[in-house]
């Protein structure tokens, strides 16, 4: 992670300097000193370059004068518009302009609180998963490791930071976690991860098939009955009202698929290295909990993994076969490609059974149709419960982690019915994530429930302003939100 200071402003006389900007703002402070000091050079590479302050405009200036290799300006749009998730975005952008650079100083003007998500854009995008580069050359490497925020209320906008930082630290767990290839990623390896993530105060309790086998997992293990990478079972805890009294935990649940061959059902060969994320919403869990924890968040929450290797073999699970879930209920697994609902469908019945939570959220890159409708820009939400699923939607539009509602209703549920068990696990082609999150709703027993189908917004194929290519860590900044705003105290 890079390094984060909070300064007074005082213009560097090195490195790269962003000067965050709104539209229509004349030189002040910081960039009026650095015009002043490089005689000019900024204001009029800036005129010549048109910038206005225009959302997302930029204009790099190098080597102006006065030491700095080169000055950045971002828009921000109108300045009153502007909100954390603005200064962010231009943190970012800024952030990805000075790779060159040891050292980025950033001006962005705002309040104190805003300042500090400057520092959080910046420390977002910078983040790379660099594990398996071992001949990359020196110079071809991001130099970035610094960041100075310089701003008049220098203890606000350091005071905001702790907790920024943390939630910074539970995106890089996951992106970590999403982007590790599967034979390094097992079930077994990513629960031994967890256990490590304790050191954050932390309760991590680990299931193997044998306890599985004897609570009566029957889904979840007909999933993980083909791979010799066996399945596992993580129960993450958070108790952060301690001495506040007893209330219900809000509890996470994730769909940890460490690799999704599609089973006796295989998918075909294009594109299916991309099945290594697929246990995003279990990834997803973990990071969000290290979040909570590290930033002390005053809630009790707990966070569910069900880990699974989806593989044809001799041992696999078959089309036809009917198992029997945690639940009791049977289902039979017309398509072994359907097996996220299968796993989370005992993690879900055991969430609601053992913490009777106030609530629970699942997060799963369940299926290809949720890209189909929504793309990559929202995840699709399902929710029992308006409230929730506004809470959700209002969360969304605050870190830019949008969610959009889609329906759920009996007449899908019905498309569920099998001719041997008490349900199948697909429903057809038509309305396929809908069916999906029909086949979760019967596992939460009544339980306020939301179900995000992140199957498009878990992986980015470019660059955005503080995620670079590859894992978003979709749900970690969501859901640390909808905490702080509705859970904690
Ligand atoms: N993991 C996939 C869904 C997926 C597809 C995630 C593309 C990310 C990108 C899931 O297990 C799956 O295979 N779903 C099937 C369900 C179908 C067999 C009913 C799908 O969406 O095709
Ligand atoms: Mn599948
Ligand atoms: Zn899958």
Redesign the pocket.
Known sequence: MLDVAFARPSLPGSGALALLIGEDETASGLWAKADAATDGAIGRALAAAKFTGRKDQTATVLAPGGGLSRVIAVGLGKRADARTRTYEEAGGTAAAAATGDEVLTIAPGGSGPEAAHAALGAVLRAYRFDRYRTKEKPEDKPKLAKVVINHEEQAAAKAAWPALEAIAEGVFVTRDLVSEPANVLTPAEFAKRCEGFSKYGLDVEILGPKEMRKLGFGALLGVAQGSVNEGRFVVMQWHGRKGKGKSKPVAFVGKG?TF?T?GI?I?PAGGME??KW?MAGAGTVAGLMVALAGRKAKVDAVGILGLVENMPSGTAQRPGDVVTTYSGQTVEVL?T????RLVLADALWYCQEKFEPRFMVNLA?????I?VALGHEHAGLFSNDDELSQRLFAAGTETGEKVWRMPLADAYDKLLRSDIADMKN?GGRPG?AVT?AQFLQRFVNGTPWAHLDI?GTAWNSKDGPTIPKGASAFGVRLLDRLVADHFEA
């Open positions: 698929v999704d599609g059902s998918k991309e099945m697929d398509n490609d359907a097996e996220g890159t369940l299926t290809g149709a890209v697909i396929g999906a199957a």
